[in-house]
């Protein structure tokens, strides 16, 4: 392994189309062995969404180099499926606020177009669910995103977008990594700036888009009669959902918007936060502090690409509550059911969500009559389902626990910005009823019973880390269960017939129907353990918790 490492090493070292400024990185690197053997050992991964991994120097970093390669392979997969159409049709690219997101976004495009395929380059920063309607919207035969979501600021990522602007499901992922992996050198031609074959897109893909997405609400209306009282707050945490969230908030007539304004700021180190992850509670601190002087009802907070949002509400108390996004989706899911009944008219109407969410959507959509999908993690398999059913079905709500929302057809990927517009018109339209979210979530628990949820997320890092994360799951995956007196069933999802396709998750059934669910992020260096349980109170759920949770610490430490 050591000399394979050190193969590669030299490989870059000594190649002459390997910039002075990249050389000298690299020898650096001898002085830090860990991160030099990380960084050389393999070459970056597809994982739930794209290709993720720390900028720098190497095969498993990403840098302009990996880049190229990456997209060498992506222009050669696009001519093989779709021949001359790839070249005239194009593929539209976007980037977030992230070190090197720019550059990278243009290196796509300059590789592209040295493929002769043209490239249509966002001229700023923009929103991922922007880049989903784009492809949909120029009809190009798919699209990119230079963006690692809400990883730590040394991370960026790359994202790929089929047709219709869904993520590539595996199918696809596997015809573009073999492509990637017939191209054994990082010298890649790469075609100037200005070649004819990139295109800079201006702002009025930016005007449509945020017409659609505010014509997605059913009622708009609401705003109109509200009190100055309903406040809402909007936070972009320093990344892409600034201009099209505030702008949207505005144009709905909102009198009383507040922001937190050094989160205005696109800034790749997300400085006034520890992570930019609105699932962190700790994201909102700043926005609680504007908050509690001003008296604001609902705050929202979007991740950096803006495709996940984060929602804390003021209860009747005066106290602020964050929902999670289990809670986030099953409101959208009773709020768009319960209010508007355009949805009955149309034929088989359906929700999805993935496996680790919360029952309590499924529950809420069936009471409706309304058909619940379940797919594997990651919202490609959402868009899938989406793309499937577009002839005889209608499409409701998309939704994970991860914070990511889909209400519309307008994308194939979660939408942070029309969910904003959603969850403030929802608690706008509560609110006229004199009701909070936090309100109307205690209904739900009345009506349907108390739907907890915990995630307990081990991060592990690099190689070490990895292995670390597959001898848990292997520990999971051959545990005698008759040790385990409260666990009624174990389902394998790499080995047992789910009708989903075989993937790396566990799950175990306990004999009061609670479940834990087991899976390895394909996004970040973590193993993740997903609770869901429902009791008759909300004392019993906690219990119920609890017991899980002390069985998840007892795995570990065995
Ligand atoms: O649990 P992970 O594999 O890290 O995925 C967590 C989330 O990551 C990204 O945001 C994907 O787009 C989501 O679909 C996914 O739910």
Request: proline residues 3%; aromatic residues 10%.
């Amino acid at each position: 392994m050591k000399e394979k490492i050190m193969t590669e090493y030299n490989r870059w070292l000594e190649a002459d189309y390997i910039d002075d400024e990249t050389k000298e990185e690299i020898k650096r690197l001898q002085d830090f062995p860990e991160q030099l053997q990380d960084s050389f050992y393999k070459s970056l991964e597809f994982g739930t969404a794209g290709a993720r991994g720390i900028v720098g120097v190497g095969p498993n970093r990403l840098n302009c180099y990996t880049v190229r390669r990456i997209t060498q392979g992506y222009a050669q997969f696009l001519q093989k499926n779709y021949k001359n159409e790839a070249n005239t049709h194009g593929v539209v690219i976007a980037y977030d606020n992230r070190h090197y997101s720019k550059e990278f976004a243009l290196e796509v495009a300059r590789t592209l177009a040295a493929n002769k395929i043209n490239a249509y380059l966002f001229s700023q920063i923009t929103t991922t669910p922007e880049l989903s309607y784009a492809v949909r919207y120029l009809k190009t035969v798919g699209g990119v995103v230079i963006t690692a979501s809400h990883n730590p600021p040394q991370y960026n990522g790359y994202k790929v977008y089929d047709e219709t602007g869904c993520q590539m499901v595996p199918e696809l992922a596997e015809q573009l990594v073999a492509e990637i992996q017939t191209i054994q050198s990082y010298d890649i031609s790469v075609a100037d700036e200005e070649d004819e074959h990139i295109h800079l897109l201006d702002t009025s893909i930016d005007e449509d888009f945020l017409n659609d997405e505010l014509a997605v609400l059913h009622h708009s209306d609401v705003f109109s009669e509200l009190s100055d009282d309903f406040k809402v707050l909007y936070t972009p945490l320093h990344g892409t959902g600034r201009k099209p969230v505030l702008e949207g908030l505005s144009r709905l007539g909102l009198k009383k918007v507040y922001t937190v304004e050094e989160q205005l700021v696109p800034d790749p180190e997300f400085s006034t936060v520890e992570l930019p992850n609105p699932e962190d509670v700790k994201a909102f601190t700043l926005a609680l502090e504007v908050a509690r002087k001003e008296d604001i009802s609902l705050l929202l907070a979007t991740d950096p690409d803006c495709d996940r949002v984060g929602v804390m509400v003021r209860t009747n108390k005066g106290e602020y509550q964050a929902l999670n996004g289990n809670q986030i989706g099953a409101l959208v899911i009773y709020y768009l059911l319960s209010t508007n009944e355009e949805w009955k008219k149309q034929p088989k109407p359906y929700i999805a969500s993935s496996i680790v969410t919360s029952d309590l959507g499924e529950v809420i959509a069936k009471d409706f009559g309304v058909e619940s999908v379940r797919t594997l993690t990651g919202f490609k398999y959402i868009g899938e389902q989406m793309n499937q059913r577009l002839k005889d079905q209608t499409f409701i709500m998309g939704y994970e626990e991860s914070y990511g929302f889909l209400v519309s057809l307008l994308e194939r990927d979660k939408d942070g910005v029309s969910a904003s517009f959603v969850l403030t018109e929802m608690a706008a339209y509560y609110w006229q009823q004199g009701k909070t979210l936090v309100d109307v979530l205690h209904e739900l628990d009345e009506r349907y019973g108390y739907y907890r949820e915990a995630l307990i997320s081990l991060t592990l890092p690099g190689q070490k880390g990895m292995a670390e994360i597959q001898a848990l799951m292997q520990k999971l995956r051959y545990l005698d269960l008759e040790n385990e007196s409260f666990i009624h069933q174990r389902i394998d999802y790499l080995k047992d017939e789910t009708g989903l396709p075989k993937a790396d998750v566990l799950q175990f059934t306990l004999k009061n129907q609670a479940k834990i669910f087991v899976r390895p992020s394909g996004t970040e260096p973590k193993i993740k353990f997903y609770i869901g349980v429902c009791g008759s109170s909300e004392k019993e759920a906690q219990e119920q918790i609890y017991v899980c949770q002390q069985w998840i610490q007892k795995i570990q430490e065995d």
